[in-house]
């Protein structure tokens, strides 16, 4: 069996990378949607183990050490980090996985996994990036003011990434990774050519 691709979906915050996830996972029952952890405090209507897995300082840093994450970052003062026991799981089995990450997460990834492929999700507009993260409720004036800093030099990191989707109407952004998602498995690398040869071998 081939082993399963990783996909790494990001972008700056605000950009809708979770409403792209959630579609596409809720659409696609062979995708894994892995769960990050964070020592962030849980937002209204969030859950542990569904949305996040959400931890002390002291057990993430825990984890830091025995080389438990595949990746991890402080963003605005908390931790967040990509558990990596499971993800090696799953693609093991043959299954794809997402992630939905930090652009400097994304990157991470690329480099403990290259066969990764990064998207990265774009808003239609800087106007309408800041629009979205005021229309969330969530973040005070000047975290949003940071937030939107720190959204331009990850935009500068684009050339970094696979593919790039914008995202201005969902159900095209979602059609689009999906588009991104076959179109990956049609190609051909040395595993997949030696996995399919051998397949054709044993049916002669």
């Known amino acids: 069996m081939a082993r399963g691709k990783l996909f ?32 962030r405090q849980p937002r209204t209507g969030e859950e542990h183990g569904v949305h996040y897995f959400f931890a002390e300082r002291e ?11 595949i990746e991890y970052a402080d963003v605005y ?14 693609l093991e089995a043959g ?22 492929i990064l998207i990265f999700v774009l808003p239609p507009s800087i106007e309408v990036l800041r629009n979205r993260l005021v229309g969330r409720g969530t973040d005070a004036e000047d975290v ?17 990434y696979d593919y790039m989707v914008v995202n201005d109407i969902l159900e095209d952004a979602v059609a689009e990774v999906g588009s991104i998602i076959r179109s990956e498995h049609c ?4 595993e997949t050519a030696d996995d399919i040869i051998g397949r054709y071998k044993e049916d002669r």
Not at 15 to 24: A, H, M, N, P
Not at 187 to 190: A, L, N, Q, S, Y
Request: aromatic share 6%; with cysteine.
């Open 77 to 90: 003062g908390n931790f967040y980090g990509t558990p990596k026991a499971q993800v090696e799981q799953w």
């Open 187 to 190: 190609k051909v690398d040395e």
């Open 8 to 39: 790494v979906l990001s972008g700056p915050s605000g950009t809708g990378k979770g409403s792209i996830c959630r579609e596409l996972i809720n659409d696609n029952n062979d995708i894994r949607l892995s769960i990050s952890m964070t020592t």
């Open 59 to 69: 057990e993430f840093l825990e984890l830091i050490e025995a080389g438990g994450f």
């Open 144 to 160: 949003i003011d940071r937030r939107m800093a720190n959204a331009a030099n990850e935009i500068g990191l684009l050339g970094s």
């Open 95 to 116: 299954d794809d996985v997402l992630l939905e990450i930090d652009v400097q997460g994304a990157l991470q990834v690329k480099k403990s996994f290259p066969q990764s």
